[in-house]
């Protein structure tokens, strides 16, 4: 008498097969959830290295400015007005006191706005702008407002200035 191989699913009905086939519901909400989690670290993550990022760019391009100024001053003899302010820098100024020795431009583009799309603040030495805490000796400051787009401001709001 010959035997007859059976496959060893043929005697399992249609639904215990497909369990022991692949992943559970559950099992693939499981890796869902851990998936989300892990992916709401990595923005989390991401957006904090942006901001520092950006803090960098305005204290870089704050140290740029400084040395253009200070090309400025060789040239011109002062350091630009309040309201000639960083555009002194790309173009000539046509307030008084226009510099006859303008020798600019002494930047190679016109001035960028800081890394949150706000104008840079210059106030040039005895301008009531001046932020308080200025040291003595200082010809000017720089202000960036930082994320809040306002004066003061703490974290991440902090105002970025020149000389901190």
Sequence with gaps: M????RHRDAGRMPAQRSLSAGFTFIETLAVLAVTAILASQAGVAAS?????????GAKTQMEQFKIALQSYYVDC???PTDEQGLSALWQKPVLVPVPEQWNGPYTDRAIPLDPWGTAYRYCAKGSAALPAGTPDGLPFAIISYGADRAAGGEGNAKDIISWE
């Excluded at 010959?2 to 191989?5: E, G, L, S, T, V």
Aim: no cysteine.
């Design 2 to 5: 010959k035997r007859i191989r």
């Design 48 to 56: 904090a290295l942006m901001q520092r990022a950006r803090i960098a």
């Design 77 to 79: 003899g002062s350091f």
